[in-house]
């Protein structure tokens, strides 16, 4: 009478499955990681669950100090329209990007979108997702 089993259990360990997880991490933490931006300004966005499809032409950004900048430079608000019509200028379908950090009183965010709208330029609300 044979009372030992059939299948034996090999000691050995295979690294194959060992390599997949790590590679499976190594590619998660590489999709999920922010990318860096060096000339992004820090604001605080309302979230939205939508998201645009528009090329970004110009970036307005409005912080909690109630400054105004045009991309990464400051501009003051009375030259406001006038710098966006300089940039804009001979755009063909010119598009501005309006980024409002959360406590920006919603008068200044609809003061940009006037100076779009006297100009014919579309607008796009960046939120945080």
Do not use: C, H, W
Not at 102 to 107: G, H, T
């Amino acid at each position: 009478m044979n009372l030992r089993g059939r299948n034996k259990v090999s000691p050995e360990f295979n690294m194959s499955s060992m390599t997949d997880i790590v590679f499976l991490l190594l590619v998660f933490f590489m999709l999920t990681s922010p990318a860096v931006t060096p000339e992004a300004l820090d604001l605080l966005l309302p979230k939205a669950k939508g998201k645009t499809s528009n090329q970004q032409n110009v970036a307005v950004s409005i912080n909690k100090d109630l400054e105004v900048f045009i991309n990464s430079e400051q501009i003051n608000k009375n030259q406001l329209e006038i710098e966006l019509q300089r940039r804009l200028r001979g755009e063909e379908d010119p598009t501005i990007i309006l980024r409002a950090e959360q406590s920006v009183p919603i008068q200044d965010a609809v003061n940009v979108m006037d100076i779009a709208k006297r100009n014919k330029y579309k607008i796009v609300l960046a939120v945080k997702p």
